[in-house]
T-cell receptor, first 114, second 113 residues
Framework: ETGVTQSPTHLIKTRGQQVTLRCSSQSGHNTVSWYQQALGQGPQFIFQYYREEENGRGNFPPRFSGLQFPNYSSELNVNALELDDSALYLC?????????????FGPGTRLTVL | DQQVKQNSPSLSVQEGRISILNCDYTNSMFDYFLWYKKYPAEGPTFLISISSIKDKNEDGRFTVFLNKSAKHLSLHIVPSQPGDSAVYFCAASGGTSYGKLTFGQGTILTVHP
């Protein structure tokens, strides 16, 4: 059974640029959630995708957008990067977006915005 | 608005003793709670969960207690081992956003040999 994988591991961008982060969900999972973890804080929910549709969104501006593909992998896109976007971005997969299921996390992508 | 709070940034325990990590929440709509452990350079790893219909759930060395009236939960690790040293996060879900996890700030647990 393959776990949740994310790419790239690290990324450095400059303010104003755009970035795309990728996530492959665990085998058998159809739901992907994205979280932002700032230094010294707990992860904050960005949004969730279930069967290719957005299924809930946290308090993040529209320049944070996402996609889920038919194979349930997902992308997180951030436009017009700001310095405060520097964080660890975590992807989590689960079986269903409409029930209480444990979410399984990938190792994260460390984004640094200069 | 911090809906899930872990008020102890760190905890230090001797090997073999009990570790007790605490978590408070304010949103009465939360009805499912989870604990995750995180090592550096890794994603959070699921440890144990509890539904609001229960007040205790055990899994090996890990026990989670839920006090709904106090809006408080705790994770007990007995006996503590050096490999348990990590950051522990509690998370909550419920109401109309059961797919969304709301996390606390984390507690750094250090278990000394």
């Amino acid at each position: 059974e393959t776990g949740v994988t994310q790419s790239p591991t690290h990324l450095i961008k400059t303010r104003g640029q755009q970035v795309t982060l990728r996530c492959s969900s665990q085998s058998g999972h159809n739901t992907v959630s994205w979280y932002q973890q700032a230094l010294g804080q707990g992860p904050q929910f960005i949004f969730q995708y279930y069967r290719e549709e957005e299924n809930g969104r946290g308090n993040f501006p529209p320049r944070f957008s996402g996609l889920q593909f038919p194979n349930y992998s997902s992308e997180l896109n951030v436009n017009a990067l700001e310095l405060d976007d520097s964080a660890l971005y975590l992807c989590a997969s689960s079986f269903s977006g409409f029930s209480y299921n444990e979410q399984f996390f990938g190792p994260g992508t460390r984004l640094t915005v200069l | 608005d911090q809906q899930v709070k872990q008020n102890s940034p760190s905890l230090s325990v001797q090997e073999g003793r009990i570790s007790i990590l605490n978590c408070d929440y304010t949103n009465s709509m939360f009805d499912y709670f989870l604990w995750y452990k995180k090592y550096p350079a890794e994603g959070p790893t699921f440890l144990i969960s509890i539904s609001s219909i229960k007040d205790k759930n055990e899994d090996g060395r890990f026990t989670v207690f839920l006090n709904k009236s106090a809006k408080h939960l705790s994770l007990h690790i007995v006996p503590s081992q050096p490999g348990d040293s990590a950051v522990y996060f509690c998370a909550a879900s419920g109401g109309t956003s059961y797919g969304k996890l709301t996390f606390g700030q984390g507690t750094i647990l250090t278990v000394h040999p």
